[in-house]
């Protein structure tokens, strides 16, 4: 009965008419639908500098499809209508198969135009290539291909700054350039682990939610990062995740100068918290160097940009971002401390920068940094009470006699150099076996764990601070060199430049005694002539100049300073082996020649530019005369102690 229903309803309709208007609608279609397609294709070509938007385009289900779907269904419809029949079953199947593909045909339509429409929309676009790239990293694809995707993101951030004022649309596209960032050293981090059974420690919570699975072939199950760590091993690191940090860090350094020249204050908010974080990660752990090298290679493009451009932003890319981490650190634990592994870099990284400052005659910016270092920028644990052992509560005198023997404090006072710092940690794990051996209760013991913990930090921090005067030192020698000499007597005179409540508050960035002076010599000439064996920890070379001579120069000038000022010429000379005895004497000797050349009458107005108080010719050749004797004190001490028993 419905068979014949159905058929007669086509009958009446005129079969042939049927059919001929089926065909028209599906070929208007497909004439109308493919140029359409490629038109989109083009038009994204114009859009975007990748070629991962068209590849994906071409590669959607919908689009491929259509134009089998619409071929096919053509095809039948020839077939049928060639068909001379009165079959009513045939027909009747006949025609509820048209029925049936033209739901179809309608349905596939909807979602190709749907599609289109969503390939119109940036937004929807780069959060499919974010996905895209996470799938291909995940699944080990071609590293070109995520490059590329890395790339493109960048692209689309700095097109929509230029193009459009929808910033929460940038701001989240830096969020999810942050989230892939940190996701690169976290992902080498724990495969590590895994590789190596480590259990995760709970350094950073991190804010990506990427899952990151098939570390290895071996590793089949997909992993879900809740907990991060961000410690590997230099051999277990993915070399594709250098590359596509590598990228990316390159990526946000071209942003970040892209809203800087634009003054987008928020997008360089964000940039500047994201820069942060990405360093935080990476100085979190151990064995982060190459990631942090190249951090630092686009931290140096962004430096070298606000330098030329006069930028309000210079002295956070110039200075602020070292001692944000080595000493204003977020964390307010007594016990925590800036990883040492990784001060080297950042030493060089900011001895660098203040070298480019010199030969750009920056005075002003050089000032701003002098003024910054000055004003006790996270030393104020040198006065925290919590890193003095002897708030240990003692019931029994021996262990104070056991830290008096252990000579920890004064270690600690002459912790300048690498050397010097592992010096003092020895002492310090030394100390505490003797402590624990004399506690008697467990109360005392966790006493004593917690102070000790504080004091290890106190080591490092004195060792930072130190370590801050030490730079200082080298960049006053570079001032020498460049005949820079205003710029020495900026530093030597700046309290006096101050008010002061600011006197009050401030420390001093460089060695303000005779003793002190002498004790970074030492430590310094230790260091390099017996230690290292290559140069001060802040020397340089340039045209054929080394530092040396510049470094001997500066000591002699600061000592005729000290002694200018004050007449106190007293210094206690630290406890040394004999070849370090004799490398001392060697080094006085040395520094006697250079008094000798500079403490001349020639060179008053020298003096003058050093900022030295009254001086005169006769004052010159009197301060060479003390400064000879002082260095003969020395070598004198050196001998007595060679010969004590």
């Not at 208007?28 to 114009?46: R, S």
């Not at 009470?385 to 006072?413: C, P, W």
């Not at 002459?414 to 592992?422: E, F, G, V």
Request: net charge neutral; hydrophobic share 40%.
């Amino acid at each position: 009965m419905f068979w014949s229903w159905f058929v007669e309803f086509f009958n009446l309709a005129n079969q042939q008419t049927y059919i001929e208007s089926i065909t028209t609608f599906y070929t208007g279609i497909l004439a109308f639908m493919v140029p359409l397609g490629m038109q989109m294709i083009l038009t994204i070509k114009n859009s975007y500098s990748t070629d991962e938007i068209e590849k994906r385009f071409k590669s959607e289900k919908v689009f491929i499809i259509l134009p089998v779907l619409l071929l096919v269904e053509i095809g039948v419809i020839l077939i049928i209508s060639m068909i001379k029949t009165t079959n009513h079953a045939f027909l009747a199947i006949a025609y509820s198969l048209i029925l049936v593909f033209l739901i179809i045909t309608l349905v596939v339509i909807y979602l190709y135009i749907r599609k289109i429409i969503q390939y119109t929309n940036r937004k929807a676009v780069t959060k499919w290539l974010i996905d895209d790239f996470q799938k291909n990293v995940r699944e080990s694809k071609d590293v070109d291909d995520s490059i590329s995707f890395l790339k493109f993101i960048t692209e689309v951030v700095i097109t929509e700054m230029s193009k459009t004022s929808d910033r929460r649309f940038i701001l989240s596209l830096l969020k999810d350039i942050e989230e892939l960032s940190i996701s690169f050293i976290s992902q080498a981090s724990f495969s590590s682990q895994i590789l190596t059974k480590q259990e995760p420690k709970n350094i950073l919570s991190l804010l990506i939610s990427t899952l990151l699975a098939d570390i290895k072939k071996n590793f089949s199950k997909t992993l879900a990062f809740r907990k991060k760590v961000h410690t590997f091993s230099p051999q277990e690191i993915n070399e594709n995740n250098k590359i596509y940090f590598e990228t990316i860090m390159q990526g946000i350094g071209d942003i970040t100068i892209k809203s800087m020249e634009m003054s987008e204050q928020n997008i360089i908010f964000k940039l500047k918290t994201t820069i942060y974080k990405i360093l935080e990660v990476i100085t979190e752990s151990k064995n982060n160097g190459i990631y942090l090298d190249k951090f630092l290679a686009v931290h140096r493009r962004l430096f070298n940009y606000t330098i030329k451009a006069n930028s309000k932003y210079e002295q956070h890319f110039f200075y602020e971002w070292y001692t944000n981490f080595v000493y204003v650190h977020k964390s307010f634990d007594p016990r925590h401390y800036f990883n040492r592994g990784y001060i080297n870099q950042f030493d060089n990284q900011l001895f660098s920068y203040i070298r480019c400052i010199i030969d750009e005659e920056r005075f002003t910016l050089f000032q701003d940094l002098i003024y910054w270092l000055h004003h006790g920028i996270g030393f104020r644990h040198l006065l925290n009470k919590n890193y003095d052992l002897s708030s240990i509560e003692f019931k029994e005198s021996t262990k104070e006699e056991i830290i008096k023997a252990s000579n920890i404090h004064e270690l600690v006072k002459n912790t300048i150099t690498m050397s010097d710092l592992s010096t003092a940690l020895i002492a310090l794990k030394s100390l505490k076996v003797e402590l624990e051996k004399a506690c008697l209760t467990k109360n005392e013991k966790d006493n004593m764990t917690l102070k000790l913990e504080c004091f290890n930090a106190f080591i490092y921090r004195t060792f930072y601070f130190n370590n801050l005067k030490n730079m200082i030192f080298g960049i006053l020698s570079y001032c020498i060199y460049k005949k820079k000499f205003t710029w020495v007597k900026l530093l030597w005179h700046f309290k006096e430049l101050r008010d002061s409540s600011a006197i009050k508050t401030s420390y001093e960035i460089y060695p303000t005694s005779i003793d002190e002076v002498l004790g970074f010599i030492v430590s310094n000439v230790l260091d390099k002539k017996l230690i290292s064996g290559t140069g001060r920890r802040f020397s340089f070379s340039e045209h054929h100049q080394k530092s040396a001579l510049y470094e001997k120069k500066l000591e002699v000038y600061l000592l005729g300073y000290l002694i200018s000022i004050n007449k106190d010429t007293t210094f206690c000379l630290r406890k040394c082996e004999t070849m370090e005895l004799l490398a001392i004497s060697e080094y006085a000797r040395e520094l006697k020649d250079i008094v000798e050349e500079t403490y001349t009458p020639k060179n008053i107005k020298l003096f003058l530019d050093l900022g030295f108080n009254d001086i005169d010719e006769e004052h010159i050749v009197s301060l060479g005369s003390e400064i000879t004797s002082l260095l003969t004190s020395l070598e004198l001490a050196c001998e007595r102690q060679d010969i004590k028993p």
